[in-house]
């Protein structure tokens, strides 16, 4: 039943209401066949439900409310409160409808026999839902087959909400009701009503649902998974066809509202003598200042206007405009904000050390947190007790994994399916927020923090690792760099893949949907002990129990994985050598022995996870491998030879092997060095062509994924070959990189590296997503550009993967493009 409210908070909402009433300016289809008027846009299909991942939380109709994305998702359902991975409709198709301003989506089901159309039409004050099915509900979907529509938990926690009459609220907390038939489903906060208006309160977030056609219903699917949104939803009665289910949707939108700017700078401060450039989004109906102010801030509170200046436009990207605001004559140590439009930021500094420790936490914490098979302390926290010290199982042939691994028809393993596999229970990184280990980016890992050494150095010593007691201590130096540590660390994991199969691994994952979703503590995922079949669920014997928990090793043999093994391997036998003489040479052999399998014919491409076409081609993974020998060897004549041969390749894949090809001059002779120079000028000429699309001068994706770990990957590879190439690639890029990801960006202003920065991203998707909490040193995807033209950082809701998932592979490229950047300032003192 709805909770009741006092009735004074009653009549406040009433009055509220009364005062910020709906401002029923009419929706018009934009050329992007989206629903638009000023402070509202209705998004319909132009993001779809993924293949791999099903609901991903931006599909369907979705509502941006006065610059806020509310609500999505809105398409017919199978399901009262939908996880992830339950059935989504197929996207068929969008075309303009019969009526004026009307959209019309054709979607279908199609193991389920189930295809309909969703027609949206503008209507004075909103617009119009109705679903049309092509043939009545199929009796197995009766009772089952609904419409949802999916509201952001963050925008109503703690506000109200009206069904028909009845009062309720939005808990901060899910708190039931539940079905108590054993299935886990919530029942439903309130239902029966024919309307239903969310926060009635707030003009901001106020939406109203009339249904035409059967009653509505609110659920909190949280109490089911907590990346669940609140639920309004109505059943398909069963015969029904056309208009089976009519929605009146009328959010709110207050007359003449507009977007106020975005200042968006270095969150971590500036250098004195570097390039200084805030940049300013503004909504198109803003009414722009022509100037902004540069304030230093006093020991005792005093705010002093140092610099006044003219912004410079800088046109239009997405939705929005923007300006720049050039600080950069201001060279004096101190505080600062920025004025502009009767606002000012929060401070920042300039200062010669601004940047010294920018990416401290991320290697002393963030890495360290994500370390596998080990346990975690941080003083009196407890990140994580040992884990996965049962690693690891045969997974099955033929089988394709929900999180998108596949095993094909041969294991290319000597194990049976589900057996025990010995020896993997070492080493490596937990990918991501979930907990599997990818041996492509545990590669990656290893081989980012060996440049760093080696280029900028990473003098560091802040955490204790011992691997025989699988006992990390972060804050408690050890006397050993943790650098050296982690490579250290991500080597065994390799090597063990190595000794086991001769061959690296596609990675290790957990079997099952319920395993995969655990949150919290990553000993806990599993009971440690290996899997006997012998036991039942639940009986324990010695070292054995009966419960299917082991990760599966999905173990096909993949080039381009054995390559990038390789070459990460290699550049680990350098950086451990003055410190661990044996494992040093270990890696060495077996890079020596993958890389040598790799040169005879033509190379599989595959990225190593669900072998399909991609950047890190084996040819590609080929050239990175060998400059790492190289160098390994110091110029053996193998291998410059072998990198002479791979000039084509080189020259097809230059925007992903740059960086390695001049990292390999050095150790070739002075041709080679000529014939990169031609490919350094065309990289730069098309990255600055491509540049000019966007004011933040940085290569922004625009697909499903927000894409901080390009822009990193980007500064560091442009600060080599600015070393490489003075002559014709300069550090602005590097440095417009290090702005980007600490928060010169769209949407927000804040730094997408948890706590780095004055202002930082502190509520992520990592393995404490539940908590609403951070890891320090993590970086997050950051900006999505939702389809067409929004761009899209939520700060306060964890859930959504692809804008604000860690994952320690983009973590470490993002230590190697901070200290790229630093190396930067040092030229521009």
């Not at 700017?261 to 022509?290: H, M």
């Amino acid at each position: 039943m709805p909770k009741r409210v006092p009735f004074a908070l009653l009549a406040t909402a009433s009055l509220i209401a009364a005062a910020c009433g709906v401002h029923a300016q009419t929706l018009t289809v934009s050329p992007n066949e989206t629903l638009e008027t000023q402070g509202l846009s209705v998004l319909i299909d132009q993001n779809q439900f993924s293949p791999i991942f099903f609901d991903e939380k931006n599909a369907g109709i979705q509502i941006v409310l006065h610059g806020d994305r509310i609500a999505t998702d809105g398409a017919v359902r199978l399901d009262r409160t939908p996880e992830q991975w339950a059935p989504v409709p197929a996207f068929v198709s969008r075309t303009r409808g019969t009526e004026p301003n009307q959209i019309v989506v054709r979607s279908a089901y199609k193991e389920q026999n189930l295809s309909y159309a969703v027609k949206v039409t503008a209507e004075p004050g909103g617009f119009r839902i109705a679903v049309d099915l092509d043939q009545p509900l199929p009796a197995a979907l009766a009772g089952k087959a609904g419409f949802n529509l999916d509201f952001l938990p963050t925008a109503y926690f703690g506000k109200t909400y009206l069904m028909d009459a009845a009062p309720g609220l939005f808990p901060r907390h899910p708190t039931g009701p539940m079905a108590r038939d054993g299935s886990g489903d919530p029942l439903p906060l309130a239902q029966g009503g024919k309307s239903i208006t969310l926060s009635p309160e707030d003009p901001m977030t106020r939406v109203s649902i009339t249904s035409d056609q059967g009653t509505l219903a609110l659920y909190d699917a949280r109490a089911r998974a907590q990346n669940g949104w609140f639920v309004v939803r109505s059943l398909i009665a069963a015969g029904a066809k056309e208009n089976a289910v009519v929605w009146h949707v009328r959010p709110n939108v207050v007359k003449n509202w507009v977007r106020q700017p975005v200042v968006s700078f270095n969150q971590a401060g500036y250098t004195p003598g570097r390039s200084k450039v805030a940049l300013i989004e503004l909504d198109p109906n803003f009414r722009a200042p022509a100037q902004a102010q540069l304030v230093r801030l006093g020991a005792d509170g005093s705010r002093q206007t140092v610099l006044t200046a003219r912004v410079q436009p800088r046109g239009k990207w997405t939705r929005y405009n923007y300006a720049a605001f050039d600080f950069s004559s201001v060279r004096e140590p101190g505080v600062y904000a920025i004025a502009y439009a009767g606002q000012t930021t929060n401070p920042f500094r300039i200062a010669a050390d601004a940047y010294d420790r920018i990416w401290q936490t991320s290697l002393d914490t963030f890495i360290a947190e994500q370390m596998d098979h080990m346990g975690i302390r941080e003083q009196y926290r407890v990140w994580s007790a040992p884990s996965h010290l049962d690693d690891a199982r045969q997974a099955p042939p033929n089988h394709v994994h929900f999180d998108g691994y596949k095993m094909g028809p041969t294991t290319d393993s000597p194990f049976k399916a589900g057996e025990h596999i010995p020896g993997l229970a070492i080493g490596g990184f937990q990918d991501a927020g979930d907990y599997d280990i990818q041996t492509p980016e545990n590669a990656s890992v290893v081989r980012d923090l060996v440049w760093a050494r080696e280029l900028y150095g990473l003098d560091w010593d802040e955490t204790s690792v011992d691997e025989a007691a699988r006992a990390v201590e972060i804050r408690k130096p050890d006397g050993v760099e943790d650098a050296i540590q982690q490579i250290r660390h991500g080597t065994h994991q390799l090597l063990a893949q190595y000794k086991v199969f001769g061959h690296a691994i596609v990675g290790i994952i957990d079997p099952v949907l319920r395993q995969y979703a655990h949150l919290g503590d990553a000993g806990s995922q599993t009971d440690g002990l290996l899997f006997d079949s012998s036991l039942k669920p639940g009986e324990r014997k010695g070292l054995a129990s009966g419960n299917q928990d082991d990760r599966w090793a999905f173990t096909t043999d993949l080039p381009a994985n054995n390559l990038m093994v390789a070459g990460a391997l290699a550049g680990s036998a350098r950086a451990l050598a003055a410190s661990d003489a044996a494992l040093s040479a270990e890696a060495l052999a077996a890079a020596k022995a993958l890389w040598a399998k790799q040169q005879n014919g033509p190379i599989k491409a595959g990225d190593g996870r669900d072998d399909s076409s991609s950047p890190r081609s084996a040819d590609a993974a080929n050239v990175v491998a060998t400059v790492e020998l190289l160098i390994t060897s110091k110029g053996d004549r193998v291998y410059a030879d072998r990198l002479r041969q791979l000039l084509p390749v080189i020259r097809q894949n230059f925007l992903w092997v740059g960086a390695p090809a001049v990292r390999a001059i050095p150790f070739m002779d002075a041709s080679y060095r000529q014939q990169l120079e031609p490919l350094v000028r065309e990289m730069k000429a098309k990255m600055d062509g491509e540049l000019k699309g966007n004011p933040f001068g940085v290569p922004i994706g625009l697909g499903t994924w927000a894409g901080s770990q390009q822009v990193v990957s980007f500064g560091s590879t442009m600060y080599l070959m600015h070393k490489a190439f003075p002559e014709i690639v300069g550090t602005g890029y590097t440095l417009d990189a290090i702005d980007y990801v600490l928060g010169r960006h769209p949407a927000t202003n804040v730094s997408l590296v948890s706590t780095v920065g004055t202002q930082s991203k502190l509520i992520g998707y990592g393995h404490n997503r539940a908590d609403y909490s951070f890891i320090p040193g993590g970086l997050v995807p950051g900006v999505l550009v939702v389809k067409p033209d929004f761009p899209e950082q939520k700060l306060d809701w964890p859930f959504l993967w692809f804008e604000n998932e860690y994952t320690v592979s983009t973590t470490s490229a993002y230590i190697l493009a901070a200290r790229a950047a630093m190396a930067a300032t040092e030229e521009v003192k």
